[in-house]
Structure formats: C-alpha cells, structure tokens
C-alpha cells in the first residue's frame, strides 16, 4: 500500500518548499507590503510574517513569478515560545480565529505525493539542517524539501532579517 500525503507546495526556481497541508488553513494571493506587520483579512488582523527573504537567503533560490502569496495558519500548530516570538515582532496579538499570515515570494499550490519520494536528513548535516527547519528531502526531477513552520520561524527571529519598527 503506497502511502500518500498532502502538502502544500511554495515553488521556487531550483527547489520545492513543502509543508504539510494540515498546517496551512488556506493560501491566497495579496497584494500586501513585504514588510507589513500585521494584515487585516475577513474583518481580523493578523499577524504577518513574510518569510520569502529567509528562504532565498537560507537556500539560494529565486522565485518564478513576481507575486506575494499569503498562507494563513493557525497559532495552535506552533510551539508556545514560536506563538511569542510571533506576537514580539508582529507586535500584534492573535485574533479570537488564532489565525496569522505568513507570506512568501512565489507561487503556492496543494501537491500529493508519494512520502517515499522523502527521505530523512543524514545524521552528520542534520541538527544545522534541521535549525533551518528542514525536516526530510525529496529529489525526485526538482529538490524538494518538507519544512517546519516551527523551526522555519526559529531561524527567522534568530538570522537578524527582522527590522524593528523604528531602526
């Protein structure tokens, strides 16, 4: 029996970003301000974090269109310390949804796959890979790699990309 998982899919030139789609309530395509700190959507502000810098950064890549695409998700998939750090930078509380915003640079979609096409990290590179939130890789024709919203916003507060409001 082949098993089969749903992610949600970031594509960048070189590589697939992939998170698993119980993570991501809905994604939608906005025309919002990169750096904004919080995005009203549905009548509620959320806090927004665009993280498409770090991604290109971190791992080299490009993105294929010239969009901002914004995944909503909810503050209950995130560690207490990710869900502070979220509310410290934002400096916005979470709405009574829980809901938040992270947006990045290129175009998102659902994909289905097959998770044996996934494979764990090798122990030697692991831990700094996986600072980085990458939790397994696929290369199947374009790299893809299965990320952790957790550990992604992590190394997000940690690299210093954050400008706070004023500096």
Known sequence: ????????????????????????IFGIYLDVEKDVKNIVFNRETLPHIHIGHLLEKEFGCKSLEDCNVVLVM?????ATDVQKMIEDFT???FPASGNLAVS???SVASKIMDI???HL??????ERQNECG?????????KQILIS???????FFAVGLIKKVGS
């Open 121 to 126: 990290i090798p122990s030697s590179i692991r």
């Open 149 to 155: 919203p957790d550990n992604l916003l992590k190394k």
């Open 1 to 24: 029996m082949e098993a089969h998982n749903h992610f949600t899919c970031i594509a960048y030139d070189t590589i697939d970003f992939l998170i698993q789609s119980k993570y991501v």
């Open 74 to 78: 909810k503050k209950q998939n995130f």
């Open 134 to 142: 990458v939790c397994a890789i696929g290369l199947t024709g374009k």
């Open 116 to 118: 044996k096409n996934l």
């Open 91 to 93: 400096e916005t509380a």
């Open 104 to 106: 990045v640079n290129s």
